[in-house]
């Protein structure tokens, strides 16, 4: 009888053991779902899962935090739904499909620019396409940085008199929207990193004159432009706040303004709605 209880308790011991090791190894995975943000034209979403996940969206390769976070955006005139797809170490897998949700946007008129500035001359042709590639290249920046999850603020306090993804009708003729947010200001007026970043480009371009793009992570970028100067370089790392340069109204302008857009990668997002209110002046 002692013997066939001896059996009994070293089966147990064995389940017992067997079960701890695939409880220890057995992987359950984060849900995939939607962290924060605004999943609409120009708006920027969190995504969040388990951190040994390798995520793609659309198929393509999209970066994962330590923390289990990514991020992405739409632009102005997305329709269609984006697909995500989680694979994670136990082989399992997890979809989730997001469609934007579509926005009315307005029409705005700027008259008195100069010709030249509406219908660029051919002598300078060459610069801007130097321009596009600077600028497509500064934002191609795809750095761990996590400025991205921080509550953004205003880089400047003032009026604000241009609205993204308005139609633009340069001197009476139909131009591309505008992808920013125009903040009428006295030349000047400081400009302040909306969230930590490091700088990836300054220049002086023909368009929008004085320019810095800071890199905040994962795609997301943020582009100031007609800057009176800059106060940073490239390679520089800003925190959130740091004066980086001050209001102006260089390029094609026709005053006194900061025009403050966001990026993810090439798709044009809505800084307003990563920001609340305009602070009182």
Same mark, same amino acid.
């Given at each position: 009888m002692g013997k066939i209880m001896r059996i009994i308790n070293i089966t147990r011991y064995r389940i017992f053991v067997i079960s701890a090791?695939? #409880?220890?190894?057995?992987?359950?995975?984060?849900? *995939?779902?939607?962290?924060?943000?605004?999943?609409?034209?120009?708006?920027?979403?969190?995504?969040?899962?388990?951190?040994d996940a390798t995520l793609?969206?659309?198929?393509?390769?999209?970066?994962?935090?330590?923390t289990g976070f990514a991020v992405l955006g739409f632009h102005r005139d997305d329709t269609s739904a984006i697909h995500l797809h989680a694979t994670y170490s136990d082989g399992s897998d997890a979809y989730l499909a997001i469609t934007p949700e579509p926005r009315q946007f307005k029409e705005q008129r700027i008259d008195g620019l100069p010709s030249h500035m509406v219908t660029p001359p051919q002598a300078v #042709?060459?610069?801007?396409?130097?321009?596009?590639? *600077?600028?497509?290249k500064a934002r191609s920046a795809s750095s761990a940085l996590m400025g991205w999850q921080?509550?953004?603020?205003?880089?400047?306090h003032g009026i604000i008199t241009g609205i993204y993804g308005s139609r633009r009708i340069l001197n009476g003729q139909p131009r591309a929207p505008h992808y920013g947010i125009d903040i009428a200001a006295a030349t000047g007026t400081p400009v302040k990193a909306p969230a930590d970043g490091i700088i990836t480009m300054v220049d002086d371009l023909y368009f929008t004159g004085i320019t810095i793009i800071m890199d905040h992570g994962h795609g997301i970028s943020s582009t100031f432009l007609h800057l009176n100067k800059a106060d940073v370089q490239p390679g520089q790392t800003v925190?959130?706040?740091?004066?980086?340069?001050?209001?102006?109204?260089?390029?094609r302008s026709t005053g006194a303004h900061l025009d403050w857009r966001i990026n993810w990668f090439d798709k044009r997002l809505d800084p307003a709605l990563l920001t609340g209110p305009m602070p009182d002046s």
């Open positions: 090791f695939l #409880l220890a190894t057995s992987h359950v995975a984060t849900a *995939l779902e939607v962290h924060s943000g605004h999943a609409t034209q120009g708006g920027m979403i969190i995504i969040k899962t388990d951190p793609t969206v659309d198929d393509q390769p999209l970066m994962l935090s330590d #042709l060459d610069r801007i396409a130097r321009d596009r590639k *600077l600028v497509s921080q509550d953004f603020i205003w880089p400047t925190k959130q706040g740091d004066v980086i340069g001050s209001v102006g109204s260089s390029g």
